[in-house]
C-alpha cells in the first residue's frame, strides 16, 4: 500500500470523474465511470445496486482507476494520475456519501434521489488501496 500524496489528495478534491476499470472472470476490462472521494487513505465510492464492478472486485480486488486534471490551455500533455490499487467492498452509506459528493459534482444544493434509498444500511461503498500511482503530475513523485 501507498499513502496517497497530497498532490493527488487536491486533485480528488476537485472532483474529476474517475474511470474505474475492474476485471470480468474472462479476464476482460469492465470499465464504469464513477465519483469519488477519500476517507483515510482509501479513494472510496459510493454505488445503490450491487452492479457488475462490485461482483468483479468481490472475485478479485485489482483495481485500476484514471483522473484527468483540469486542462491548462496551451500544455501538451494533460496532467492525470493513473491508480492502480485493491477495492474492497463493503455494505451501507452509499447514500450518504453519494449525497456528499453530489454536492462536489453536481453542486451544493444537491440531494441523491431518495428512490434509490436513504437509509444509512442502503448501497455500497468501494474502497480502494493504492499500491502504485502514474501518469503525468506532481502525484507521480
Known sequence: MVGIPDSLRVLIATGPLAHFVTLNADGSPQLSVIWIGLAGDEIVSGHMSH???????ERDPRVVLSLE????PGEFLAQHAVVRGRARVSRGGA????????????????????????????GWLLHTTVDRIGGVGP???
Do not use: H, M
Open 139 to 141: 502525484w507521480t513523485g
Open 69 to 72: 486534471a483540469p486542462r491548462t
Open 95 to 122: 447514500y450518504d456519501l453519494l449525497t456528499g459528493l453530489g454536492k462536489l459534482y453536481v453542486g451544493p444544493d444537491f440531494a441523491f434521489p431518495t428512490d434509490f434509498g436513504s437509509g444509512p444500511d442502503d
Open 51 to 57: 452492479s457488475q464492478k462490485l461482483r468483479n472486485i
